[in-house]
């Protein structure tokens, strides 16, 4: 079975090294940028580069692993380029504007809209690992407008990869995400800058960072590009997010100036709660 991964990146480079890895599949690779092109073969992460239009004659199956602002622009070409019998699939961090894009589209049917929860603060197709995706979440929107057989063999790829599938809608997807995923890299990223600005004072502050500090700023370490495609699309949520963030943020800043730390102590008790979710 020929699959085509366009976009050797952290995610789809990860897939790519799982998949090149199992028996009968021949892993094609697609990607513009020729270091990337280069890194993929020296790495054994696929079995041949093609452009994208020999890509899409060779393969029954093609997996979208550009960011997000990309994929908008190139599935409709995809979906327009592919055979009847092929399934295409994108594994982007935000799925309402890239299913609302396609929506007409005559060979929607043949697209699954797919989210693996699965990454590292690093980029680029040096930062693929083997196992990524072993034992995290994967999320399918619209699976209603999918032909059964393109989410059936979907799924299988997802399910030999280590994921476990959930669906839902592309919206309620969009919404959890920027709380869950979006706002946390948002909170590092600026974490990191705060830091930063006041580093400029005080060298000896990173002498000083613990565990604590390293872990909470970890994702500051991510690609802007890719991260300021997702707070693009995702925007609505985001903020929606961020206003309630910066609420608490607030709350919890007066309660310090007061002193008052019964009332610091009752939120972060609440907070506490995380607890029963993340075990």
């Known amino acids: 079975m020929n699959i085509a991964i366009i976009g050797l990146g952290l995610i789809g480079g990860s897939i790519a090294k799982d998949l090149s890895s199992q028996l009968n599949v021949h892993v094609i690779g697609v990607d513009l940028n020729e270091l990337h092109q280069k890194q993929a073969l020296e790495l054994g992460l ?67 809209a797919s989210h693996p929860l699965a990454g590292t603060e690093f980029s680029g197709t040096m930062a693929a690992l083997k196992g990524l995706f072993q034992g995290k979440k994967n999320i399918i929107c619209e699976s209603e407008k999918t032909d059964v057989d393109a989410l059936e063999i979907s799924l299988k790829i997802f399910e030999s990869l280590g994921l476990t599938t959930s669906f839902m809608s592309a919206e309620e997807h ?36 613990g ?51 019964s009332a610091t102590e009752q939120l972060m008790a609440r907070s506490n709660e995380i607890k029963r979710i993340l075990k």
């Open 46 to 112: 696929v079995h041949r580069l093609m452009d994208l239009d020999e890509a899409i004659s060779a393969c029954k199956i093609i997996i979208i692993a550009v960011p997000v602002d990309k994929i908008e622009q190139l599935l409709p070409t995809v979906l327009t380029k592919i055979d009847d019998d092929v399934t295409a699939i994108d594994v982007g961090s935000t799925k309402a504007e890239i299913c609302r894009i396609i929506s007409n589209h005559p060979k929607r049917n043949r697209f699954v």
């Open 211 to 261: 565990t604590g500090f390293a872990s909470t700023v970890r994702l500051a370490k991510s690609n802007p590009k890719t991260w300021s495609a997702i707070f693009d699309k995702n925007k609505t949520y985001v903020l929606e997010a961020l206003d309630s963030y910066i609420l608490h943020l607030q709350h919890f800043r007066d309660h310090i100036a007061a002193q008052d730390t």
């Open 174 to 209: 969009d919404k959890h995400l920027a709380y869950v995923s979006h706002l946390s890299h948002v909170s590092s990223f600026m974490l990191g800058l705060t830091v930063l600005d006041i580093e400029q004072d005080e060298k000896q502050i990173f002498e000083l960072a």
